[in-house]
């Protein structure tokens, strides 16, 4: 069963950085685009940054100068460095894969359970 786990969220201070990670597990034959979507309260999922396997990497413009994404292929992880953030910046912050399982000839969506964080004025 492929799993995708976040952790790192927690409470920050206006101007503060965090850094969020990501691993996914199980039997994965091989992982394709992976990426971070954020959830603010009552508003729907958006993308932060997305990340090819080879590096290729796409910002939503509002964040592209605080945030990085990164991705370590053997570790099978991803990360999100959020630097100088802003109350705008609190949401529940989701991990994507696109994964193909072992025996599998698909690759399907995949996605984590979802990490808070929460930014003080």
């Known amino acids: 069963q492929v799993q995708l786990v976040e952790s790192g969220g927690g409470w920050v201070q206006s101007g503060g950085s965090l850094r969020l990670s990501c691993a996914a597990s199980?039997?994965?034959?091989?992982?394709?685009?992976m990426a971070w979507y954020f959830q603010a309260a009552g508003a729907p999922r958006e993308l932060v940054a997305r990340?090819?396997?080879?590096?290729?990497?796409t910002y939503v413009d509002s964040r592209k100068d605080r945030f990085i994404i990164s991705r370590d292929n053997a570790r099978k992880m991803i990360f999100l460095q959020m630097n100088r953030v802003i109350p705008e910046d609190t949401a529940v912050y989701y991990c994507?894969?696109?994964?193909?399982?072992?025996?599998?000839?698909?690759?399907?969506?995949?996605w984590g359970q979802g990490t808070l964080v929460s930014v003080s004025s």
């Open positions: 994507y894969g696109e994964i193909r399982s072992e025996g599998s000839s698909l690759t399907q969506d995949y």
């Open positions: 199980g039997s994965i034959d091989s992982i394709g685009d």
């Open positions: 990340i090819s396997t080879g590096g290729n990497v």
